[in-house]
């Protein structure tokens, strides 16, 4: 289609005309993300007589990851972010009996390995905008001590293995040396991380534990 074709090469796209010949970029990725639990209670939790309030409040934490990204076309790019998360989940309790909240937090550094397609727009001035999609898979390497803790305390244990679908979108600007890129993704689990433990009271008033994040991105590419 010559007029798709002709806006663009337009002028005012120069920076990404060098980078459209590229099959493959290379970068890294900073990011600020907001992390919780997602609680499903038992019918268990209506006759307790230990909790009245027993819920998930978000924490922040910090990403790092590289990022390798494949184009599949001028408008679709398969990517892959493996990296570093430093999460702080929390969760909230009151007793029976009692008129004060108990905040417990939950510490967790995450590998995480996402796969996600995304669908960019043509450029404008050596801009792009794009949406994106995706599963991801995370490993807490910080679960031998926090489970030693957590049985000491009585808290809810949590699997170290995770699955997330992704969604998500931002902007890429084209410089001459490298692509800037902020996006915002949410990440919602689709598997129980919770572990039955029958020693524990507060895994009876427990059906589901989903995970769910909220990030910030800029990744650098080039």
Avoid at 68 to 91: E, H, I, Q, T, Y
Avoid at 190 to 219: C, P
Wanted: hydrophobic share 40%.
């Amino acid at each position: 289609m010559p007029l798709a074709g002709s806006a663009q090469y337009s002028k005012g796209n120069n920076n990404y005309r060098a980078f459209q010949s590229k099959a493959y970029y290379f970068g890294l990725t900073f990011g600020y993300n907001r992390s919780n639990f997602q609680i499903a209670q038992s019918k268990d939790f209506i006759l307790n007589d230990s909790f009245n309030i027993l819920q998930g409040i978000a924490g922040s934490g910090l990403n790092v990851s590289m990022l390798a990204n494949m184009k599949l076309g001028d408008n679709f790019d398969f990517r892959f972010l493996p990296g570093f998360s430093f999460v702080n989940r929390k969760f909230e309790t009151l007793e029976v009996n009692s008129t004060r909240t108990q905040i417990k937090d939950i510490e967790s550094v995450l590998v995480q390995i996402p796969f996600q397609i995304r669908f960019k727009s043509d450029p404008f001035h050596d801009m792009r905008v794009y949406v994106m999609g995706g599963v991801k898979y995370s490993y807490d390497v910080a679960t031998n001590a926090r489970i030693r803790k957590e049985q000491a305390s009585r808290l809810i244990l949590i699997s170290p293995h995770d699955f997330s679908i992704e969604v998500g979108g931002g902007f890429q600007f084209f410089f001459p040396f490298f692509i800037f890129s902020p996006e915002i993704k949410y990440s919602q689990g689709f598997g129980n991380i919770l572990i039955y433990n029958g020693k524990q009271t507060t895994t009876h008033l427990v059906e589901k534990l989903l995970s769910r994040t909220f990030t910030i991105s800029l990744h650098f590419e080039g």
